[in-house]
């Protein structure tokens, strides 16, 4: 009897039928106050949302020559009081370049966490307009 071999096709079909999500919050700050909240995003009761990446971007909302510290950017687990990032220095560029970082999750990282909430935060260093954009793109079990 001939076996046969699964097609490329057949393959990506089966990982195409995940339906992948971006959750998107932002924030425009005007102050120095530490801590304050850029979003939370907390998945359904019922839903597993497996986070693969994060999407990070800081910018000025006035174009700046001189480079600058914009702040620190956090993404706390509240639920086990446990960070995924801690602290992430932002700064702009000369030029007035944004900061952008893509933060991909290790896989089984969620596992741990399963259903828990994902917090962001940030710390601005300067009370110049700031513009905070986080993105999480994942997937339902």
Not at 70 to 93: F, H
């Amino acid at each position: 009897m001939q076996s046969r071999s699964r097609l490329p096709s057949e393959c990506a079909l089966q990982v195409s039928e995940r339906q992948h999500r971006t959750i998107s919050f932002s924030l425009t700050t005007t102050a120095t106050t530490a801590d304050q909240e850029i979003g939370i995003y907390t998945p359904a009761t019922k839903s597993h949302f497996v986070v693969q990446l994060i999407f990070i971007e800081v910018y000025l909302t006035v174009l700046s020559a001189t480079a600058a510290l914009l702040g620190k950017l956090s993404l706390y687990v509240p639920t086990y009081e446990e960070y995924l990032l801690k602290d992430l220095q932002a700064s702009n560029t000369a030029s007035g370049a944004m900061f952008g970082v893509v933060l991909q999750i290790p896989q089984g990282w969620f596992e741990k966490h399963y259903r828990s909430p994902i917090r962001a935060i940030c710390t601005p260093a300067t009370a110049t307009s700031i513009k905070w954009i986080i993105q999480i793109v994942g997937y339902d079990e």
